[in-house]
């Protein structure tokens, strides 16, 4: 679960550098760090036992996870390459699949905790693809090294990563989870619906009755985990995250949050000429693309959403793969982007071009990350097109005529 910490100060250039020029050097440093943690540790209520297996292995840094530090793409990717990238047709149809393979669980969690099964799919789906990603160890790392790096040599964090270290032992120390299996990402978020260990302590469910709460393994552990989340936070059941609303030309509106009548009142009209089922719930406005793009009226659940990831481009995010998953259709008035969009099926025949040309060598797996538009850059320069890196029809056009 990836929270506000996202959004601290950056500034780690060169920690990594000097981390790998002195290895010794910065090895004797963090042991040392570790040794005085071990009092922390202690005074939380872990044992040596405990302490000795979390660090059994962990000598030295993970430079990995500096690196990744500085990159936070819910605050720097431009709103439709963040949404074209996870709202798409395989997140679409695998959620569907997902939805028939783990229906009587589904039906038991959202029965107990009042939250919609769709919105626990999008959920899955952003945090880990369905759990694709636990299986990457490249992006799965040891969760007691990642955090300790953080305390250690990233001041900003620092204050974070030793609470959720210490969380982390205690889940160790609780059984829940061995200490070769105690995994996640370079933040220590962790399980196919990646929580942060102290959600992990807050939140975590055993529902499937085998006597561990184990959100690595198991999927009806993860999805109740992530609904008794929303649902302590306070989920309205059987209401919606927002509605894609149209907005009168050449209004202005005021801000802060007033009923769906009131808003309706003034102008403002729900997409499709669909009624408000709740008239008198409040919402709040919200244009993440400007007049020229989709509008929204968010109502509490998608502020519940925001309680998973404070960012409002992940909760619409989830919020519209839900809706898509569900069947309730995409968007009437699609981002605002600068070029023609392409299928998620014609962004992996862009790869495969670029692959095929020399200028790729990452996945085909129709995300535009920061590879693919590295390639499309150095293609479209080769082409005499404008450099822009956009995964366009001009480009893929051009390059099927290669």
């Known amino acids: 679960?990836?929270?506000?910490?996202?959004?601290?100060?950056?500034?780690?250039?060169?920690?990594?550098?000097?981390?790998?020029?002195?290895?010794?050097?910065?090895?004797?440093?963090?042991?040392?760090?570790?040794?005085?943690?071990?009092?922390?540790?202690?005074?939380?209520?872990?044992?040596?036992?405990?302490?000795?297996?979390?660090?059994?292995?962990?000598?030295?840094?993970d430079p990995e996870v500096l690196e990744k530090a500085r990159y936070q793409p819910e605050f720097t990717a431009p709103v439709w390459d963040y949404f074209d990238n996870r709202v798409q047709e395989d997140a679409i149809a695998v959620g569907r699949q997902m939805a028939r393979q783990w229906k009587p669980w589904l039906d038991r969690i959202e029965s107990r905790f009042g939250v919609d099964r769709h919105i626990l799919l999008a959920i899955w789906s952003m945090e880990s693809n369905y759990g694709e990603i636990l299986k990457n160890d490249k992006v799965m790392r040891n969760v007691v090294r990642s955090l300790s790096t953080l305390a250690y040599a990233d001041k900003s964090r620092a204050k974070f990563a030793r609470t959720q270290l210490v969380s982390a032992l205690k889940i160790l120390q609780s059984g829940d989870i061995d200490e070769s299996h105690l995994t996640g990402s370079w933040a220590g978020a962790m399980g196919h619906t990646q929580f942060i260990p102290t959600s992990y302590e807050a939140y975590a469910v055993d529902a499937d009755g085998n006597g561990k709460r184990?959100?690595?393994?198991?999927?009806?552990?993860?999805?109740?985990?992530?609904?008794?989340?929303?649902?302590?936070?306070?989920?309205?059941?059987?209401?919606?995250?927002?509605?894609?609303?149209?907005?009168?030309?050449g209004r202005k509106f005021p801000g802060g949050s007033m009923s769906l009548a009131k808003w309706q009142s003034i102008g403002v009209v729900r997409a499709r000429n669909k009624p408000f089922p709740s008239p008198s719930d409040n919402a709040e406005l919200k244009v993440l693309d400007g007049r020229e793009g989709p509008a929204f009226l968010m109502t509490k659940n998608f502020f519940v959403l925001k309680r998973y990831n404070n960012a409002d481009k992940y909760a619409l995010a989830v919020g519209l793969l839900a809706d898509e998953i569900a069947g309730y259709g995409g968007l009437v008035r699609d981002w605002n982007r600068p070029f023609t969009k392409l299928s998620f099926e014609e962004k992996q025949e862009l790869q495969k071009h670029l692959l095929t040309l020399g200028y790729y060598d990452g996945k085909i797996d129709g995300k535009i990350g920061s590879g693919s538009r590295s390639a499309i850059v150095a293609v479209q320069q080769a082409l005499g097109l404008q450099p822009d890196g956009h995964p366009s029809k001009e480009v893929l056009s051009r390059l099927r005529q290669r």
């Open 214 to 249: 184990d959100i690595w393994n198991s999927v009806p552990d993860a999805l109740a985990t992530a609904a008794n989340l929303l649902r302590k936070n306070g989920w309205q059941t059987g209401k919606a995250w927002g509605y894609e609303v149209t907005l009168p030309a």
């Open 1 to 61: 679960m990836k929270k506000n910490f996202r959004s601290a100060a950056l500034g780690l250039v060169g920690i990594a550098t000097v981390l790998a020029a002195q290895p010794a050097a910065a090895d004797a440093g963090f042991q040392k760090w570790v040794a005085s943690f071990r009092g922390v540790a202690a005074s939380n209520g872990i044992s040596g036992k405990t302490f000795d297996r979390a660090f059994r292995g962990v000598t030295a840094p």
